[in-house]
Every structure is written in structure tokens, then in C-alpha cells.
């Protein structure tokens, strides 16, 4: 017994020196500003990503059904028509997955990151 208290075996008077500092990390509910950061930048990432992705694939789908157009001409005409009937269809194609990709990524990323209830 120590002026009145009662130690057990395993206590000592003398602090203990094996104790690490650990400093103050805020938990998610009290940073919200960094998780909003984090939210946009994944959301605004995937619907980039997604329109890229969605222009080039949209332009290359785009381009092969106008390029079948043009099986029916004859030989001199078939690249006559190629040449003028797929620049269009590369950006009427391209242009349209550009769109339609970046709203489905920009819609999935804030699936993806929404706060769960």
C-alpha cells in the first residue's frame, strides 16, 4: 500500500515510459472538407474517364456502320464515300459517347461515393 492506495503487482509508482503519442486525427464526421475534395475529384476522375472512353469507342461504332453504307457503291466510289461519309459519323459518334459517357461515369462516382445511411 502507497498513501493509500493499493498496487497490484503489475502497477508501478514510476511512469511508465513504453506509452507512444499518438496525435489527434479527426475522425470522418468532423473532416468534411476533405471528403468532399475527395468526392469530386473521383467523381469529376470516372466521368472523365468514362467520356473518353465512351467518345472513342462511340466514334469507332459510329464509323463502321457508315463505312457498310458505302459496300454498295462501286470500286471508285466506295472510297469517295468513305472519305466523305466518316468524318461525319467519327463525330457525330464520338461526340454523342462523349456525352452519354460523362453523365453514366459522373452518375456512378456518386453512386460510388455517396454517404451510406
Known sequence: MVDGLILSPHHSITPSLHHSFTPYTPHTPHNNGLMMKNRVFIC???ALLAGLSGGYFGGQIASRLHRQ???QQGLGFKQV???WVIPGAMWQGSTTGLWTGTILGAFVGGLITRKKR
Open 44 to 46: 469529376t476522375s470516372l
Open 81 to 83: 464515300c468513305q472519305a
Open 69 to 71: 453504307r458505302c459496300q
